[in-house]
C-alpha cells in the first residue's frame, strides 16, 4: 500500500502503464485525424470548383458497410463505429459547405454583372 494515498504499488503502476498506452492511441488517432482532413479538404475544394454537391450519400452508404464489418472483425461496436464515422462525415460536409461558399481563385466574380 502506499502511505500517501493507500492505493497499492502495483496497481498505480498498472493504471500508468495503460494510460501511457492510451495517451501514445490518443495521439495516433488525432494525427490520423488530421491526415484525413487534410484530404477532405482538397475534396471540398475539388468539388467546389467542379460544382458538386458536397454530401454524397451513395458514397456515405459505401462507407458505413466497410466499416461496420471492420470493425465487427475487429471486436469494436459497429453501432458506434457507424455513429463516429457519421459525426466525422457531417463536420466535412460543413467544411464542403464553407469551401463550396467561398470565391474560386481565378474564377470570374459571378456575382458583380449578375
Ligand atoms: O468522398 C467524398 O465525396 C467526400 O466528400 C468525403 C466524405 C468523407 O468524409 O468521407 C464526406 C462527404 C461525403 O458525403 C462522402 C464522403
Redesign the pocket.
Known amino acids: 500500500m502506499n502511505e500517501i494515498d493507500g492505493t497499492d504499488e502495483s496497481v498505480r503502476a498498472q493504471l500508468e502503464e495503460l494510460r501511457d498506452s492510451i495517451d501514445n492511441i490518443d495521439a495516433a488517432v488525432v494525427h490520423m485525424l488530421a491526415e ?1 482532413f487534410k ?2 479538404q482538397r ?2 475544394r475539388l ?1 467546389a470548383e467542379h460544382r ?1 454537391p ?4 451513395s ?2 452508404a459505401r ?1 458505413i458497410t466497410r466499416l461496420r464489418e471492420l470493425a465487427e472483425n475487429a471486436k469494436l461496436d459497429p453501432a458506434f463505429a457507424e455513429k463516429l ?1 457519421n459525426f ?2 457531417a463536420e ?2 460543413r467544411h ?1 459547405e464553407t469551401i463550396a461558399r467561398e470565391p474560386v481563385p481565378g474564377a470570374a466574380d459571378e456575382g458583380r454583372d449578375g
Open positions: 484525413r484530404c477532405t475534396v471540398g468539388k458538386l458536397p454530401a454524397d450519400p458514397r456515405e462507407q464515422l466525422v462525415i466535412v460536409i464542403h
